[in-house]
């Protein structure tokens, strides 16, 4: 693998970015402009119902950030003539065929000029619908797939996966592919086309049924965990995502495809600025929780190493941190920052840029090998920036935080859970019986809230104590050969986890960057 310049690999080039409104895409849409202002031209694909929407979409919640300040300094006054000259933005999906893609002249203007294709788009969610799921991160990435064999400039699609596509493995986890019909627990039968008609056939009998939107949303989410599981993964987010690698491997014919996998995403480590971040993301969620004054005990081993890059913490905590329930955590595995994610990114698809091979690329983009970090580092970091910067609550008054209880199984979190919350309701719906349903309204609240955590208890159970860690010697060679290469900019695109000094990160980059960007 030979390397030559990354500012001249992005000079004049057309890249489309999927996903265009999400976490990564904004960092990788500034990274380019910022870094190779002579890029030809950026198509931003967003779900919106037409061209003015996604232009609205475009403004809020991307050029609008304060992401984009630095940007906007270098610029000054031509910043806005230089997104419009050097962004377009697509109205799209690529849950449909040709992503959604709606104008016929913007559609064949892409595939003319296109030259690099990152599909950034997913649905994140680990209690998503399956329905969902399934068109988005699996069909999905097989209609980018096919819009990309379309394109006749084309010199690489990159795929951003998760490393959560493992399950529950322990051990190292190599950097290996899934082909079609490969399972996790060795179930034979995976067939992802017969997917696709069960989840058609199950929605054309609730909808035969007459069953509410409710109803089948709730069976639909069922569905997703229960395929899943049968076949090994945890949740339908993992397992969709599966699916979806093992689609574009079968499929690729001559594209040159590479395939990343973060692992849990932090803030930025450095550019465009140390600290930006945004949403209820993954580890942020637990600091979130912590901070507040909410988050009393953590399911964990305190030596479980703590590796920063992915998403699967967001939806339990922000639920558990709304209900004023103590949350929990699972054994954080993999950590890294987005603008190191970004540069991973950058510089494989430069590298695999005309590369028509059978073999693909895929690479863990993690610090568990590298630069591990336990969860009792983690904690300790927690506990002295809030106790040296206390959140002040709606009251005016500081948040004083206190060491969390850790709850080194899940036989001891489930005694925990008795007896702090179920047996607690238990009491409350016989008093609630005894006093002619005084206390229904309480009771039913209490019990609506409780079930709910519950059941995220339940999806989320397989990571608490994960013990698996990613390697990363395909990055680790990228990386090698960028750096003894002497016209690759590695200052620029830097994505060695090696530098990071996670004290010095967290006290000073990351915990204040989600107190500014994130608590409400």
């Known amino acids: 693998m030979e390397l030559g310049s990354i500012l001249q690999f992005l000079d004049k080039k057309s890249i489309l970015v999927t996903g265009g409104a999400g976490f990564l895409a904004k960092i990788f849409v500034e990274k380019v402009l910022r870094s190779q202002p002579n890029v030809k031209k950026l198509y931003l694909l967003l779900r919106a119902p037409d061209s003015n929407s996604a232009n609205q979409r475009l403004q809020n919640e991307v050029i609008g950030k304060d992401l984009f300040g630095v940007l906007k300094q270098k610029m000054g006054a031509n910043f806005n003539s230089f997104i419009s000259e050097k962004v377009t933005v697509v109205a799209g999906d690529i849950a449909y065929e040709n992503l959604g893609i ?64 493992s399950g529950e493995r322990a051990g190292l986890i190599l950097e290996e592919p899934y082909h079609l019909g490969d399972t996790l627990n060795g179930t034979p039968g995976l067939d992802i086309e017969a997917e696709e008609r069960l989840v058609q056939q199950k929605l054309n009998e609730l909808r035969a049924e007459g069953a509410s939107e409710d109803k089948i949303k709730l069976t639909m989410k069922d569905m997703g965990i229960e395929r899943a599981r049968m076949y090994g993964w945890p949740t339908v987010y993992v397992f969709t995502k599966a699916m979806g690698e093992m689609i574009l491997l079968h499929y690729k014919e001559d594209i040159p495809l590479v395939i990343i996998r973060p692992t849990i995403i932090t803030s930025t480590y450095k550019e465009p600025f140390p600290g930006w ?58 950590q890294i920052p987005a603008d190191m994610v970004v540069n991973a990114i950058i510089v494989s698809m430069m590298a695999h840029a005309n590369q028509q091979s059978s073999e693909v690329p895929i690479y863990q983009v993690g610090s568990s090998v590298r630069n591990p970090m336990t969860y009792t580092l983690l904690h300790e970091f927690a506990h002295r920036y809030f106790t040296k910067h206390p959140w002040i609550n709606k009251e005016g008054k500081p948040v004083i935080v206190g060491k969390v209880k850790v709850l080194g199984s899940m036989a001891s979190f489930r005694r925990y859970i008795s007896i702090y919350y179920l047996l607690p309701l238990k009491c409350l719906e016989l008093a609630n019986t005894a006093f002619c349903q005084y206390f229904r309204g309480m009771y039913s609240k209490l019990h609506r809230k409780i079930s709910f955590v519950l059941r995220l208890i339940d999806i989320y159970q397989p990571y608490w104590f994960f013990k698996g860690i990613y390697d990363d010697m395909n990055t680790e060679k990228l990386r090698i050969v960028a750096r003894e290469s002497e016209v690759v900019e590695m200052d620029m695109f830097y994505f060695d986890p090696k530098v990071i000094n996670w004290e010095d990160y967290f006290m000073n980059t990351h915990c204040p960057g989600i107190v500014k960007y994130i608590f409400k």
């Open 102 to 165: 709606k104008d016929p002249n913007l559609k064949e203007e892409i595939l003319r000029d296109i030259d690099v294709i990152v599909n950034l788009a997913a649905t994140v969610n680990f209690d998503e619908r399956y329905d969902v799921s399934l068109y988005l991160n699996t069909f999905g990435a097989k209609h980018v797939l096919d819009f990309a064999k379309k394109c006749s400039s084309l010199k690489v699609l990159v795929q951003v996966s998760t490393a959560y596509v």
């Open 277 to 334: 971040t945004e949403g209820m993301r993954t580890i942020d969620s637990l600091l979130v929780g912590y901070g507040k004054g909410r988050l009393t005990f953590l399911p964990s081993n305190p030596k479980s190493v703590a590796d920063v890059v992915s998403s699967c913490y967001r939806f339990f905590f922000s639920v558990c941190v709304e209900y004023a329930l103590p949350s929990t955590i699972w054994e954080i595995d993999e």
